[in-house]
């Protein structure tokens, strides 16, 4: 099945779980993950309209997003090392995975050298699950209340990994999580209005993360096939 007809079927399951849930389908976005994708199979997925890339590494986006000439939105939705910072505010408009303090703080500080603001996302691991990154929940209070007084930082919103089922229903918990964990974040914060984004949900769980609340899936394998690594 092509790239076009693939990206038709995921935006025909997000309309569907939209409206099971009585949810607007225009508020949630698509984020074609692209990791290990070649760029000629990006921009074929540009062409059948999607407007908005993720890719988890800092180095393999440094190197295809000279080839994508389109209009479109990187987002880094993997794990970010200080010493890249730099280098992703280069190539990302948005950041899907501030875990600390440490980090968010590198991403103000370069952000300042260019006057510009960047919108992130605080990543949960709502699981616990020690081979995840991000915060605990219990952590995340304390995170935010850091991130949202520096100047060249937004806080959108959140972001988390479940473990990965094979029956999407065992994710929902985690997403109910995450959503919750948001409705509680917005009560005390100082601008409740500027978090309105939840990234959760990939290929094989992204209709029900819709159902749960997501804003933004990032789905990969039903958009390009399996990844070769």
Same mark, same amino acid.
């Given at each position: 099945m092509s790239i076009e007809k693939n990206i038709r079927l995921v935006r025909e399951q997000m309309v569907r779980a939209a409206e099971q849930s009585n949810r607007d389908p225009e508020q949630i976005s698509l984020v074609a993950v692209t990791k290990t994708v070649e760029a000629v199979r990006i921009r074929e997925a540009v062409q059948a309209g999607v407007t908005t890339l993720g890719e988890n590494r800092v180095q393999e986006a440094e190197s295809k997003c000279g080839d994508i000439t389109a209009d479109v939105s990187w987002h880094l939705i993997g794990h970010l090392q200080r010493n890249k910072v730099k280098k992703a505010l280069a190539i990302f408009q948005f950041i899907h995975s501030?875990?600390?303090?440490?980090? +968010? #703080?590198? /991403?103000? &500080?370069? !952000?300042?050298?260019?006057?510009? %603001?960047?919108?992130?996302?605080?990543?949960? %691991?709502?699981?616990?699950? &020690? =081979?995840? @990154?991000? /915060?605990?929940?219990?952590? $995340?209070?304390?995170?935010? =209340?850091?991130?949202?007084?520096?100047?060249?930082?937004?806080?959108?919103?959140?972001?988390?990994? *479940? *473990? @990965?089922?094979?029956?999407?229903?065992? =994710?929902? *918990? @985690? @997403? /109910?999580? $995450?959503?919750? $964990?948001?409705?509680?974040? &917005?009560?005390? #914060?100082?601008? *409740?209005? &500027?978090?309105?984004? $939840?990234?959760?949900?990939?290929?094989?769980?992204? +209709?029900? #993360?819709?159902?749960?609340? !997501?804003?933004?899936?990032?789905?990969?394998? !039903?958009?390009?096939?399996?990844?070769?690594?």
């Open positions: 501030v875990d600390s303090v440490k980090l +968010a #703080a590198e /991403i103000n &500080k370069q !952000a300042s050298r260019s006057d510009r %603001n960047i919108p992130v996302l605080l990543q949960v %691991n709502v699981s616990g699950e &020690k =081979s995840k @990154f991000g /915060i605990l929940p219990e952590e $995340l209070r304390e995170l935010y =209340s850091v991130t949202e007084s520096m100047e060249y930082i937004t806080v959108r919103g959140l972001m988390t990994i *479940p *473990p @990965f089922f094979r029956n999407p229903e065992e =994710s929902r *918990p @985690f @997403f /109910i999580r $995450l959503r919750r $964990l948001l409705e509680e974040l &917005k009560t005390g #914060a100082s601008r *409740p209005d &500027k978090l309105t984004e $939840l990234s959760m949900g990939m290929t094989n769980d992204f +209709a029900v #993360a819709v159902e749960e609340g !997501a804003t933004m899936v990032r789905v990969g394998t !039903a958009i390009f096939g399996e990844r070769n690594g």
